[in-house]
Every structure is written in C-alpha cells, then in structure tokens.
C-alpha cells in the first residue's frame, strides 16, 4: 500500500477553517506544551550564542557547542523514532524536556560559580542533545494521528506558526534578560519553560497506535532505511539540510554581526529575532491557506530563491535596521515552503510509520542547522562577509533539490 494510499481521505464537506482545527480533542492541550517548549528553544537559542560569546569572548566555542547541543542527538534519531512508535510519545517528550531543562540549569549553574570549562561545557551540550529527537519528532509526529487529513494544511500552518510566535515571546526575552539580568538568567528562565512544558504534556493524550516490529535496533534500521529508499523524503532532507546550513550559519554570524560590526547590544539580536517571529508567524497564518496539493515542489523552489535574494542584504548591511529588514523578509518569504514542505512528507508517508520516519527525516532535515553553526565560527574567523556570503549560496543550492530529487508523484 502506497503511503498516499494510507493517508486520510480530503472531507471536503467538512468545516477546514482554524476553529474547526481546535475544536479537535486533544489539540489545543498540544499545542499549548508544544508552545512552551518552543518558547523554550527559541530563548535557548539566541540566549545560549550570547552567553558563550560574553562568557567566553570566542564566534568559535559558540559554533562548536551550538553544533554539539545539536548533532549527536540526530545520530540516535532512527532509535528515538523506534521508541516513539513502541512506547508512545507522551511520556518521552516529556522526558527530553525534564532533561533539557536539567541540563542548561546546569549550565547556568556552573557558570554563576565560574566552575564551567569549555570541555564541561561541551560535554554537557552534547549528552544533552541525545534525547532531542523525542520532542522533535514526537510533537511534530502527533499532528497527523491527532488531526484529520482535511485540516492537514491548517494544522501546519499553525505547528510552524508557534514556531515563529515562539521566537517572537522567546528570542526578545532571551536577549533583554542577558542585558538586564546576566546570560546565567536567560538560561534558567529557558530551563523554566522546558519544565513547564513537560508538567503540560502529562495532560496530553496519544492518539496513536503502538506498533512494534521487533527488536528496537531493527525497528531503528527498518525506519531508515524506508526514509533513504523513499526519494520524497531522500529529496526533502536534502532541500532542508542546505537551507539549514544557511540558517544555522546566520544564528551565529548575525549576532557577531549585531555586537561587533554595527555595535549593538544583547537586547537588539533578541529584538531582531522577535522581528522574525512577527513576520514570520502573520505569513504562516495566511499561507496556511493556500492549496498546496500538487504545487509542492514548485512553491519550495520559489521560496528557497526569495529566501536567498532576502539574505544577501545582511553581507552590505550598514545598519540594524537593514539586518533587520533583510531577516523580516527571509521569515516572510519562507513560510510557503514550511507549508509545503510539512504537508508534502505527511502525504506520502506511511502513518504507521510516522514516530520513525519523522524522527530520521527530522534529523536529516535539521542537521544543516548544526553543520552550519558549525562552520560559521572559522569562517567569520576568516571574513564575517564572507560567512553571511557563504550562507547565502549554500541556501540557493538548496533551491535545486526539490525539482531535481523529488518525484512529482507519490512512489507505489
């Protein structure tokens, strides 16, 4: 049975507007702990570049513990994945976020007694990357079984809208909390909210069925190997690991930017952020709209090339306010491939497979964001411009993907 074949049928005669999207049980309580954890994550992120670097004074350490609080988490994705299919996703999302939240406490902890070494730092950054991919993929896995097919498009538009409204809330926060308060707070108010989270999806209930296979080890296997056999999901991976290269490089060059080039401080990278959360979440309302169904790949190229003529203003940018303009734009124009992008890997994958294949095509998709993290600490080493230069061409290769990898139709 195709995966097309096993997806939920349109209703077309069936309300598909917003309301009738949290009129389903169980999904305004997801959606409120998916909120909290992203909030979360979204002041982690900003709020962890800005204290490495007024900690530690180094574009370098920044990238590498970015990179580590990142990449080895997508290594155990296939067996996250397995988990999430056997056991259900409840209880493991919400033990990534307890773990989350234990771990940059510790961090900041550390931190406030001058007792965290890089190597500490590190090594704690990447244990606590391992359980990642149970939140990652968990939530995200849950919408498809939680909602029907018919509001598909309506309940991506609204996951990837509380992605940007995330940043809205968390980015300014994290950035106005390490200029008031000190980067140690920013980090125990994110490890507040990943707690908070987790009290939240003890509420949640999973809809899905448990399904095992065999062993864990071959579960993990059998959901790999079915996404690099499936060339959607190959295609998809591909397209988001070079968008996310350029995105990552970005979390890292445009706060050296910000601090060094144009002489901001930590409140403006927030506001910045929360600038892109703006757009970003008004655009993903009204794309939430649109019809995508056979348009997928066409929407995606569109999109990644607005994307990358947007991002070429940060290597000129004389001034926040063009940062600022530059990123707005980036966030607008993206929104139509997040839509598309999200809609087309539900349609064509297996929904018994959802846990595995969401948490290894996650993992392939995001892992651009580590690498590019990664790689912006030695290239702003050598050149800022040449950094933000570099994202913008590793997004434009991005563009070439989905015509050239993905089928136009579902594979049998």
Do not use: K
Request: proline share 5%.
């Amino acid at each position: 049975m195709s995966p097309s074949a096993a997806s939920p049928q349109l209703e077309t005669d069936q309300p598909s507007g917003y309301r009738a999207l949290l009129g389903v049980r169980g999904f305004s309580r997801l959606v409120v702990s998916l909120l909290l954890g992203r909030v979360a994550g979204q002041m982690l992120t900003v709020g962890f570049v800005l204290f490495v670097l007024s900690r530690y004074h180094s574009p370098q350490l920044a990238g590498t513990a970015t990179f580590l609080l990142l990449f080895p988490g997508l290594l155990v994705s296939p067996i996250a994945g397995a988990l999430l299919d056997r056991y259900g996703r409840t209880r493991l999302i919400t033990l990534d976020y307890l773990v989350s939240a234990i771990s940059i406490l510790l961090i900041a902890a550390l931190s406030a007694v001058h007792s965290l070494a890089p190597p500490l730092l590190l090594g704690i950054c990447g244990v606590s990357s391992l359980t990642l991919p149970l939140s990652a993929a968990g939530v995200r896995s849950m919408f498809p079984t939680v909602v029907p097919g018919y509001l598909w498009e309506r309940a991506n538009a609204l996951d990837n809208s509380s992605h940007v409204l995330a940043s809205v809330i968390g980015a300014p926060l994290a950035g106005l909390l390490v200029g008031l308060a000190g980067a140690e707070w920013a980090l125990a108010a994110a490890a507040s909210l990943f707690a908070c989270a987790a009290i939240a999806m003890l509420s949640v209930t999973d809809p899905s069925v448990r399904r095992r296979e065999g062993g864990i080890f071959g579960e993990a296997w059998s959901g790999l190997t079915y996404v690099v056999r499936n060339r959607t999901l190959t295609g998809l991976a591909l397209t988001f690991f070079a968008t996310g290269i350029g995105w990552g490089c970005l979390a890292i060059a445009v706060p050296v930017l910000v601090l060094g080039r144009l002489h901001g401080g930590p409140a403006t990278v927030g506001y910045l952020w929360g600038a892109v959360g703006v757009a970003g979440f008004i655009a993903t309302l009204l794309a939430g709209r649109l019809e995508t169904r056979g348009r997928e790949r066409q929407l995606m190229v569109i999109s990644i090339v607005a994307m990358a003529v947007a991002m070429s203003l940060l290597p000129v940018a004389g001034s926040v306010l063009v940062v600022a303009a530059a990123l707005v734009a980036v966030a607008i124009v993206e929104t139509p491939f997040d839509i598309a992008f999200l809609t087309l890997r539900q349609r064509r994958t297996d929904p018994s497979r959802f846990g595995r294949v969401f948490a290894v095509s996650m993992s392939l998709n995001v892992a651009g964001t580590p690498v590019g993290a990664a790689l912006a600490g030695p290239l702003i080493a050598w050149s800022l411009t040449g950094a933000l230069w570099a994202a913008v061409a590793v997004t434009l290769v991005g563009a070439l993907v989905p015509m050239l990898v993905i089928p136009a139709e579902a594979e049998s």
